[in-house]
C-alpha cells in the first residue's frame, strides 16, 4: 500500500508557474513510477508526465513540453511537478499516481489530487 498526497495547488494569473507536491507514505517511494494527471471540468483524466523510479527517464504529453518539469526526491519520498508559463487551458485537479512501471495510461495508487485554477 501506498499513500499519495498532493499540495501546492492554487489561484494563480496566465504566464505564473506553481510547484505542486506528491508526498508519499508506506512501501518505499523508489520502488515506483510517478505520473501526473489532470481533469478539467467536464472532460476526462489527461495524461501530464511521468518519471521513472530513479527518475533517469521522464516522458511528457506535448501540451506541457517545454512548460512543465517533473522530478523527485526519493531520499524524501516526494515527487514534483513545476509548472511554469500557465495558461487557463492548464485549470484542473491534478493528482499524481505510482506504479512499478512507467506509463501514459495505468497507476495502481493515486492521490486525492490538488485543484490549480489559471485565470486570464
Known amino acids: 500500500q501506498v499513500q499519495l498526497v498532493e499540495s501546492g495547488g492554487g489561484l494563480v494569473q496566465a504566464g505564473d508557474s506553481l510547484r505542486l507536491s506528491c508526498a508519499a507514505s508506506?512501501?518505499?517511494?523508489?520502488?515506483?513510477?510517478m505520473g501526473w494527471f489532470r481533469q478539467a471540468p467536464g472532460k476526462g483524466r489527461e495524461f501530464v508526465a511521468a518519471i521513472t523510479r530513479s527518475g533517469g527517464g521522464t516522458d511528457y504529453a506535448d501540451s506541457v513540453k517545454g512548460r512543465f518539469t517533473i522530478s523527485r526526491d526519493n531520499a524524501k519520498n516526494t515527487g514534483y511537478l513545476q509548472m511554469n508559463s500557465l495558461n487557463p487551458e492548464d485549470t484542473a485537479v491534478y493528482s499524481c499516481a505510482v506504479d512499478p512501471f512507467m506509463c501514459r495510461h495505468y497507476y495502481h495508487y493515486w492521490g486525492q489530487g490538488t485543484q490549480v485554477t489559471v485565470s486570464s
Open positions: 508506506g512501501r518505499s517511494f523508489s520502488s515506483y513510477a
